[in-house]
């Protein structure tokens, strides 16, 4: 008896559950397009606050990386298994650069008194407050992803190491590919919106 | 789609070059933030973005090589996306 594996069926499944969420995305940014539409000068003040330098630096570190965990299904399909587990290894690091990244930016504006609820944001004007919260709650939502994207290559990684991955059965680590560009794909319309607003 | 389905290979080659047209894109759109083209500041920087988003899901995600299901189930979202982002929005436009 021999089983058949359907590698489309397993990867149309994937791409499935990210329509799902490129509507959970588009939904939020949705609500971006509308507030900006009313407040376009609040939204130019709140992305001046926003450090450039972080944003561009993350957009850079997920570009990378997106393209390690691709030249690491390249790899795999090649038979190229230690290739393959240095790449994916690379990626995991650049998801943890991007994270730490993230942490000292959303440390910085907590300590310019910037976070939901606070006195600053509370206070001031609506439109500030309003962009701010999209920031957070669009950028928080990604860094989740981000997490997730992470903890699916790392399980990826170990089934390379143990050969449960193979040049022949790869579908998995195919699938957590496809997840990690998901959360590039996502990166690159937030770059933009929020730190590049004019 | 036979039971010997080929996958397809992207060559590193390839995959670099993908990568080189990202970065420079990404320099574009930094570039682009700082000349105020006023009305056209957002639609150039989604321009941008819209195209870095196409060339990582046509080769990172090999959405060029998928058969018709995955394309045109990938459509039809995209579709559906655009309706819920325009409708919503001349919804508030032209209240």
Known sequence: MSTRVDSTGIKLGMWIFLYSEIILFGGLFVLYAIYFYDYAGYFAEGGKELSRFFGSLNTIVLLISSFTVAASITAIQQGKKKMSIGLLIFSICCGCIFLVNKYFEWGAKFHHDIYPNSERLVNGEPGINIFFGLYYVITGLHGLHVIIGMTLLSISLVLVIRDKITQERFAMLDNSGLYWHLVDLIWIFVFPLFYLVL | ?95
């Open chain 2, 1 to 95: 789609m036979g039971a010997h389905e080929e996958h397809h290979i992207l060559s590193y080659g390839k995959l670099a070059a993908v990568l080189a047209g990202l970065l420079a894109l990404t320099l574009v759109t930094i570039g682009v933030s700082y000349v105020d083209l006023g009305f056209w500041n957002v639609p150039v920087a989604l321009t941008i973005a819209s195209t870095k988003v196409t060339l990582v899901l046509l080769f990172f995600m090999h959405l060029k090589y998928e058969g018709k299901a995955i394309t045109w189930s990938f459509i039809a979202t995209i579709f559906f996306l655009a309706i819920m982002i325009t409708f919503t929005f001349w919804d508030v436009a032209f209240r």
